[in-house]
């Protein structure tokens, strides 16, 4: 069974730029999760989508981050325009069911904002 | 505020010693558990969990223990192998649809 997949891995922009992710989840997972995970910390849920609906979008800074899941499956984060402190490890997860417990995630893409 | 709290960020132990890295949470309304374990540059992988009705799950050479007297849990590795260094994650998760909560991670060394 295929894992997730992310790309690209590494991104280095400068400030001010746009940047966009890709995340392809595990096949059949109906629940997909944006998480931003910062240098010397644990993962924080940005976004989580349940098929192609947002369930729960809080965390996510909307003057500048948006993410989309068409046809419920693969997704796009993006970010426009970048800051410093979005320098950070971008991680894609999937589940089976609503409500987290296990779930699989991604290599994550390295960003760094220049 | 950090309701899932991992004290010690680093911990080093000798092959085939037994390591116990530690969790402790503030929100008592948690009601299912999760260990991660992180290579660098891999996501994070999923360990062994367990559900606030539990108190112990083992799996092979690694044993959660949970306290809810105490809002602790404690992961247990036996024998660690040099293999087990990585970073190793607690996350916490409130029943119905709500995400994961991530400590800060705990860098464990086991050293041959």
């Known amino acids: 069974e295929a894992g997730v997949a992310q790309s690209p891995r590494y991104k280095i922009i400068e400030k001010r730029q746009s940047v966009a992710f890709w995340c392809n989840p595990i096949?059949?997972?109906?629940?997909l999760y944006w998480y931003q995970q910062i240098l010397g910390q644990g993962p924080k849920l940005l976004i989580q989508f349940q098929n192609n609906g947002v369930v729960d979008d809080s965390q996510l800074p909307k003057d500048r981050f948006s993410a989309e899941r068409l046809k419920g499956v693969d997704s796009t984060l993006k970010i426009q325009p970048a800051k410093l402190e979005d320098s950070a490890v971008y991680l894609c997860?999937?589940?089976?069911?609503?409500?987290?417990?296990?779930?699989?995630f991604g290599p994550g893409t390295r960003l760094t904002v220049t | 505020d950090q309701q899932v709290k991992q004290n010690s960020p680093s911990l080093s132990v000798q092959e085939g010693r037994i390591s116990i890295l530690n969790c402790d949470y503030t929100n008592s309304m948690f009601d299912y558990f999760l260990w991660y374990k992180k290579y660098p540059a891999e996501g994070p992988t999923f360990l062994i969990s367990i559900s606030s009705i539990k108190d112990k799950n083992e799996d092979g050479r690694f044993t959660v223990f949970l306290n809810k007297s105490a809002k602790h849990l404690s992961l247990h590795i036996v024998p660690s192998q040099p293999g087990d260094s990585a970073v190793y994650f607690c996350a916490a998760v409130l029943s119905g649809n709500t995400p994961l909560v991530f400590g800060k991670g705990t860098r464990l060394s086991v050293i041959a």
């Open positions: 096949s059949g997972h109906a629940t």
């Open positions: 997860a999937s589940s089976f069911w609503r409500g987290g417990r296990e779930q699989y």
